[in-house]
């Protein structure tokens, strides 16, 4: 039995728990916008109105032509009620599924609950389109820890990332129980949606840490061109495209075989590894063209190896320069990530550039948020980082200060929701 809108506002301002349970049952199925109706999959319609289908086989958000801005949010659990939990995964599907197409919140949620009622949906996305806003949700490690019931249902690759040469984390950037990522074309789109988000898990979810980014530093699609960092190259030349799924199968979403027993809800999904780096750019900007174009392996201008002209002209890291030595450095930063030296290991990019203010001390805190989907992170992450740790000379310029792992689960059907996906 549903809720009119007056009532469902009632029961949002009694308590955590009870308004959770109560926005999920206002918000049916029937209420979802027209423009939903037959839409599956995680790509744009048809007619490319600015709408990514929400419900499909894997989670919008990873395959999905990468936007430029995105809005991130890690959250820690609060309540120790699994049934708290999850009556908010279930009112965050119905929620989020309507904000990718370009509705509010909840039904009339800025204005439509009457003047004493605090608004349902806050507003500032109004008159914005959908904006091919996609919203992906994720779970760390720590939300199978024993309070929710949920030990025998960890994916066994869902375990903290090891500690890596060169980190220097802040414990305040990194880690988390869930994570929301929502990208879109607008930053005001992506951010009204986690801000919706988190607004409804008051009392049963906190912000641990969020990041805000703008110019996507990857293409997920052959029709996107490479985009730059901010240290100038052209960035993810190589990386893995929804136009080849095979591969996408192979290195990104996780197989049945992965997870069997009570980790089986997650086939088809993959693993989110979240970095937040620091790019020390006024270093960068005073370092010389060869160097920097030594340190990364490729041609600044076009992108392309050192030694040819085209961006995507095949690697050959046995050609040697004038003095004898590998034209492509064998501290450069190509060589090392490229699959060929790491024994056909692949992820698929998603990440964004970020500038934060200064650091206080007259620097830009600004740097690269890397964002990556792997069937495995430890198995393909990991090894990747290490190699990079141990000898990458971009290190003289970089330093991670944040990290998280997240297991995103596959796409819901219809009628299927997050919370039920979950407890099962």
Same mark, same amino acid.
């Given at each position: ?7 469902? +506002? %009632? ?10 349970? *109560? /926005? ?46 995105? =809005?991130?949010? %890690? ?26 197409? &370009?509705?509010?919140?909840?039904? &009339? ?16 996305? #109004? ?11 994720? @779970? ?43 990208? %879109? ?6 951010? =009204? ?11 049963? !979810? ?25 240290? *100038? ?25 992965? !997870? ?10 993959? @693993?989110? !590894?979240?970095? +937040? ?26 992108? /392309? ?42 992820? #698929?990019?998603? &990440? @964004? ?10 620097? #830009?805190? /600004? ?9 495995? %992170? ?7 980082? +290490? ?6 000379? #971009?290190?003289? @310029? ?27």
């Amino acid at each position: 039995m549903t809720m009119d809108a007056s009532s469902r +506002r %009632a029961v949002l301002a009694a308590g955590a728990g009870t308004a959770i349970a *109560g /926005a999920a049952a206002g918000l049916t199925w029937a209420s979802r916008p027209a423009a939903a109706d037959g839409a599956s999959g995680a790509g744009a319609t048809a007619a490319d109105d600015g709408i990514v289908a929400f419900r499909g086989a894997h989670q919008a958000g990873i395959t999905t032509p990468a936007q430029d801005r995105l =809005h991130f949010v %890690a959250l820690d659990v609060l309540t120790e009620d699994p049934e708290e939990l999850r009556s908010l995964l279930t009112a965050w599907t119905r929620a989020a599924e309507r904000m990718t197409y &370009g509705a509010e919140a909840a039904p &009339g949620g800025a204005v439509g609950g009457g003047p004493f009622q605090a608004p349902a949906d806050t507003g500032e996305a #109004l008159d914005l389109t959908a904006s091919h806003l996609t919203v992906t949700i994720g @779970y760390g490690p720590s939300l199978f820890d024993g309070r929710f019931g949920l030990e025998g249902r960890r994916p066994e690759a869902l375990r903290e990332l090891p500690a890596f040469l060169g980190d220097d984390l802040d414990p305040a950037r990194s880690g988390g129980d869930l994570c929301i990522q929502a990208c %879109a074309d607008d930053p005001q789109v992506a951010v =009204h949606a986690v801000r919706n988000l988190v607004r409804m898990g008051f009392g049963v !979810v906190a912000v641990r840490w969020s990041q805000l980014g703008f110019g996507r530093t990857s293409s997920t699609s052959t029709a996107q061109v490479t985009p730059r960092n901010l240290f *100038g190259f052209k960035d993810g030349t190589a990386n893995l495209k929804a136009e080849d799924p095979a591969a996408v199968d192979e290195h990104v979403w996780v197989a049945p075989e992965d !997870v069997p027993g009570g980790a089986a809800w997650m086939a088809g999904g993959s @693993y989110l !590894v979240a970095r +937040r780096i620091r790019m020390h750019v006024e270093i960068w900007d005073r370092t010389p063209l060869t160097e920097q174009e030594a340190i990364f392996g490729r041609d600044k201008k076009v992108g /392309a190896p050192l030694g040819t002209t085209d961006e995507f002209a095949p690697i050959d890291f046995q050609r040697k320069g004038a003095d004898g030595e590998p034209l492509i450095p064998m501290t450069s930063h190509v060589r090392l990530a490229h699959s060929s030296t790491l024994d056909g290991v692949k992820i #698929l990019r998603r &990440g @964004y550039n970020f500038t934060d203010g200064t650091d206080g001390q007259g620097h #830009l805190d /600004a740097g690269l948020f890397f964002i990556a989907f792997v069937r495995d %992170a430890h198995r393909q992450f990991v090894p990747m980082q +290490r190699s990079l740790a141990r000898a990458d000379v #971009l290190n003289e @310029y970089i330093e991670h200060t944040g990290s998280a792992l997240f297991a995103c689960p596959p796409g819901l059907a219809d009628g299927q929701d997050w919370g039920t996906q979950l407890f099962a």
